[in-house]
Nanobody, 115 residues
Framework: QVQIVESGGGLVQPGGSLRLSCSFSESIDNASGMGWYRQAPGKQRDWVTTIFNGGMKSYADSVKDRFTISGDNAVNTVYLQMDSLKPEDTAVYYC?????????WGLGTQVTVSS
């Protein structure tokens, strides 16, 4: 079983920034893909971004040009840098990774964007 722990959530004003971290219990070099989903109250869980094992990245239109996903193989961690945050970004953010054909999820971290 791959264990995933997210951190870095919190309260930020509109226009502010946060960096989320997603720590994996094994080498992220073993992952075929990693990334983030988010779920706002009363809404479905929506895909945000994915980074693939070749380094390719993909973003939802709603966050493109504001969010940046990256990985650090040395510490088995994926990051989500979130800039120019909007109230609509308020959600629980869930990290995922696919290892050996199986999908694993973290428990989520709350991001609240409010003035």
């Amino acid at each position: 079983q791959v264990q995933i722990v997210e951190s870095g959530g919190g309260l930020v004003q509109p226009g502010g920034s946060l960096r989320l971290s997603c720590s994996f219990s094994e080498s992220i070099d073993n992952a075929s893909g990693m990334g983030w989903y988010r779920q706002a109250p009363g809404k479905q869980r929506d895909w945000v971004t994915t980074i693939f094992n070749g380094g390719m990245k993909s973003y939802a239109d709603s966050v493109k040009d504001r969010f940046t996903i990256s990985g650090d193989n040395a510490v088995n961690t994926v990051y989500l840098q979130m800039d120019s945050l909007k109230p609509e970004d308020t959600a629980v953010y869930y990290c995922f990774g696919t290892f050996r054909g199986s999908l694993y999820w973290g428990l989520g971290t709350q991001v609240t964007v409010s003035s």
